[in-house]
């Protein structure tokens, strides 16, 4: 599963050829979550800060993440998206 992002410890990763709804994977220690991009809701356990973190980064890259989802999808290359800073 190709790494797209990675920030303060957390990796942020895409499958291909995904199930819809359009989601992201978190890793951070132990835990893991997905995350659906549009609304943000997340299915998994995760510290409640590296979460918030992690959809700050959601809300700023929203349109990076439909467009990997996109290539994705077609099995295609992801594209790196900027860390949060």
Same mark, same amino acid.
Request: charged share 25%.
């Given at each position: ?9 957390? &990796? ?8 819809? @709804? $359009? ?5 951070? /220690? #132990? ?5 659906? &991009? ?8 995760? @510290? $409640? ?5 992690? /959809? #700050? ?29």
């Amino acid at each position: 599963m190709p790494e797209i992002s990675r920030f303060f410890g957390i &990796i942020i990763r895409m499958f291909a050829n995904e199930h819809a @709804p $359009p989601h992201f994977h978190a890793y951070y /220690q #132990d835990f893991t979550v997905s995350i659906e &991009i549009q609304t943000g809701i997340s299915d998994g356990r995760f @510290p $409640p800060r590296a979460l918030r973190l992690v /959809q #700050d980064w959601r809300e700023l890259h929203r349109e990076e993440l439909m467009e990997n989802w996109d290539i994705a999808v077609k099995r295609g290359k992801l594209k790196k998206i900027s860390p949060l800073a």
